[in-house]
């Protein structure tokens, strides 16, 4: 059985997807009503707190809009991210997933090297950027 939060499968609509929580399947739930199966993901209006950890946050949503498919949004939340801390290589490497999952390879790419830049030891990001250079046939 699945994990929570995992999605089974697509239903064929773009607002619908089948979801797991509490290792039973939630079937054709709207996109809209997932905030409310996960309430430990909903954190969209801390992104406008006033914390030190406002960069986290930006973060956090971005993981979250991805999650629930809104890749545009969430792309901004990395935007976000990086425009409160530069040096954040957790918002260049979470916007180098959402970047690779949306067929943006090479702008990923960049993502993930200024990540690496940052933090060298990221396997993930080491990994990510291996699968970009497979797709565009750079390896």
Known sequence: MPKDGDYSQESGLTDRRDVVRDNTIVENTSLETLP??????????KAGENSSSIEVSWCEKGLTLADLGQFEDALESYK???????????????????????GRYDEAIDDFKKALEINPQLIDAWYGMGKCHEQTRQI
Not at 36 to 45: G, R, T
Not at 80 to 102: D, Q
Request: aromatic share 16%.
């Open 36 to 45: 409310s199966l996960y309430p430990e993901k909903n954190i969209y209006d």
């Open 80 to 102: 976000r991210a990086l425009e409160i801390n530069p040096h954040s290589f957790r918002a260049f490497k979470n916007r180098a997933n959402v970047l690779y999952r949306v």
